[in-house]
């Protein structure tokens, strides 16, 4: 009974070709729709995401447990060694840095400003990705021991200063005396965000660790490591490694604002699909009610020879589900055509500098995810058997009598 139920209800799906078809494309476009903007919101906040990590954080951070509530040199660490120093060696790492970061002030002789100071080690900088993207002028930092500073584009313009020039760095060594220095400005940098460019100075380590009388000490190690979506096995891993003087913490809580950006797009390709399906799930009640509508006498005949109202609803779920499915798998298919030859990157040169108020470079790159074709198929499917329960709920309740006897 059951394979005969099958076979009438494929039939009777394609009794009226046009309408199928046009029911079928419909379902098609909505789900190459919802699989199409996933990706893109996808590519978008992986960018935004990627691009913030290897701006500064990092996927995981180590800091002395005090640190990030008095950011100053007297909370600082030894730099890794041991058994932290192995655990960073392993994968999922892909690449770390050790940084001196501490409040500091740089003063021009026409002006001050207050900024975080970072001692870095370029060569470990550039390993983690994090070193400014573009220097417009001069060069960045050659190694650790370098006694120059690089500092941003806007920062230059509000001290009235310029490449080559001298600037004083101040700031407190750990007995909470200042230390300051006379040092040449040998790069400016420009940031995707204009703020970060007033923001950060960069120096040498050796050379701050010298100007702050803090020999080997760093103020945090920044990680990088495959997967910035699941970073908490790498926490846990480094945790046992550094032990219990330090703390360990992924950049979910690092950069709250980043963290909460991708639970938002998660949220949003949820209700968006949600939203696509059901301006489609009209349609498709619409279709199955014509087709329920045309069929009243063959529905009343087959109860009157015996046919179960429930079998009836089986009949009509079943040509829903056959059409679902065949959409699904034609809209699923066009997506991954349509997203496959773009992975390699859209340029938007033309709204670059938006582009940059998000921290995302020019070209985007969207990301097939195959939990999102899954999600699709699961919305697609789930509201499109509810939608169908209306017409297959009055076919199966129809009298048998007065289906024999409509016109």
């Given at each position: 009974?059951?394979?005969?139920?099958?076979?009438?209800?494929?039939?009777?799906?394609?009794?009226?070709?046009?309408?199928?078809?046009?029911?079928?494309?419909?379902?098609?476009?909505?789900?190459?729709?919802?699989?199409?903007?996933?990706?893109?919101?996808r590519?978008?906040?992986?960018?935004?995401?990627?691009?913030?990590?290897?701006?500064?954080?990092g996927?995981?951070?180590?800091?002395q447990?005090?640190?990030?509530?008095?950011?100053?040199?007297?909370?600082?660490?030894?730099?890794?060694?041991?058994?932290?120093?192995?655990?960073?060696?392993?994968?999922?790492?892909?690449?770390?840095?050790?940084?001196?970061?501490?409040?500091?002030?740089?003063?021009s002789?026409?002006?001050?400003?207050?900024?975080?100071?970072?001692?870095?080690?370029?060569?470990?900088?550039?390993?983690?990705g994090?070193?400014?993207?573009?220097?417009?002028?001069?060069r960045?930092?050659?190694?650790?021991?370098?006694?120059?500073?690089?500092?941003?584009?806007?920062?230059?313009?509000?001290?009235?200063?310029?490449?080559?020039?001298?600037?004083?760095?101040?700031?407190?060594?750990?007995?909470?005396?200042?230390?300051?220095?006379?040092?040449?400005?040998?790069?400016?940098?420009?940031?995707?965000?204009?703020?970060?460019?007033?923001?950060?100075?960069?120096?040498?380590?050796?050379?701050?660790?010298?100007?702050?009388?803090?020999?080997?000490?760093?103020?945090?190690?920044?990680?990088?490591?495959?997967?910035y979506?699941?970073?908490?096995?790498?926490?846990?891993?480094?945790?046992?490694?550094?032990?219990?003087?330090?703390?360990?913490?992924?950049?979910?809580?690092?950069?709250?604002?980043?963290?909460?950006?991708?639970?938002?797009?998660?949220?949003?390709?949820?209700?968006?699909?949600?939203?696509?399906?059901?301006?489609?799930?009209?349609?498709?009640?619409?279709?199955?009610?014509?087709?329920?509508?045309?069929?009243?006498?063959?529905?009343?005949?087959?109860q009157?020879?015996?046919?179960?109202?429930?079998?009836?609803?089986?009949?009509?779920?079943?040509?829903?589900?056959?059409?679902?499915?065949?959409g699904?798998?034609?809209?699923?298919?066009?997506?991954?055509?349509?997203?496959?030859?773009?992975?390699?990157?859209?340029?938007?040169?033309?709204?670059?500098?938006?582009?940059?108020?998000?921290?995302?470079?020019?070209?985007?790159?969207?990301?097939?995810?195959?939990?999102?074709?899954?999600?699709?198929?699961?919305?697609?499917?789930?509201?499109?058997?509810l939608?169908?329960?209306?017409?297959?709920?009055?076919?199966?309740?129809?009298?048998?009598?007065?289906?024999?006897?409509?016109?």
């Amino acid at each position: 009974m059951g394979a005969g139920i099958s076979r009438l209800a494929w039939r009777n799906l394609w009794r009226n070709r046009r309408r199928t078809l046009i029911m079928l494309a419909a379902v098609a476009v909505g789900v190459w729709a919802m699989v199409f903007m996933s990706a893109m919101m996808r590519g978008m906040v992986d960018e935004m995401v990627r691009s913030g990590l290897e701006q500064l954080p990092g996927m995981v951070q180590i800091h002395q447990r005090a640190y990030r509530d008095d950011p100053s040199v007297v909370n600082s660490m030894p730099s890794p060694e041991g058994t932290l120093q192995a655990a960073l060696a392993e994968p999922p790492v892909t690449a770390w840095a050790a940084r001196v970061r501490v409040p500091a002030m740089v003063a021009s002789a026409r002006a001050s400003r207050g900024l975080t100071l970072l001692g870095v080690d370029p060569a470990a900088e550039r390993a983690l990705g994090s070193v400014p993207p573009t220097i417009s002028e001069g060069r960045f930092l050659e190694d650790e021991h370098d006694r120059g500073v690089v500092l941003g584009q806007r920062l230059v313009e509000r001290l009235e200063s310029d490449l080559g020039k001298r600037v004083v760095i101040m700031s407190q060594d750990p007995q909470n005396d200042v230390a300051d220095r006379g040092v040449r400005v040998v790069g400016i940098y420009k940031a995707r965000l204009p703020g970060d460019e007033e923001r950060f100075a960069y120096a040498g380590r050796a050379a701050l660790q010298e100007l702050l009388q803090v020999p080997g000490q760093v103020s945090e190690v920044a990680v990088m490591a495959t997967d910035y979506r699941r970073p908490q096995a790498l926490v846990e891993h480094l945790a046992r490694a550094a032990g219990p003087q330090l703390e360990v913490l992924p950049w979910t809580e690092l950069d709250p604002f980043l963290s909460s950006m991708l639970d938002l797009q998660d949220g949003f390709s949820l209700v968006f699909m949600v939203v696509v399906f059901l301006a489609l799930s009209f349609g498709l009640v619409n279709t199955l009610a014509m087709a329920v509508f045309e069929r009243i006498r063959e529905i009343g005949l087959m109860q009157a020879l015996g046919m179960r109202p429930g079998l009836i609803l089986r009949q009509v779920l079943l040509e829903s589900l056959y059409l679902l499915l065949l959409g699904l798998a034609v809209g699923n298919g066009a997506a991954w055509l349509t997203i496959k030859p773009l992975e390699s990157g859209i340029e938007l040169s033309s709204v670059a500098r938006g582009m940059e108020m998000f921290a995302m470079g020019a070209t985007l790159y969207p990301a097939l995810y195959w939990r999102d074709m899954v999600l699709a198929t699961v919305v697609v499917l789930g509201l499109g058997v509810l939608a169908s329960l209306i017409p297959a709920w009055r076919a199966a309740r129809l009298d048998p009598i007065r289906a024999l006897n409509s016109h």
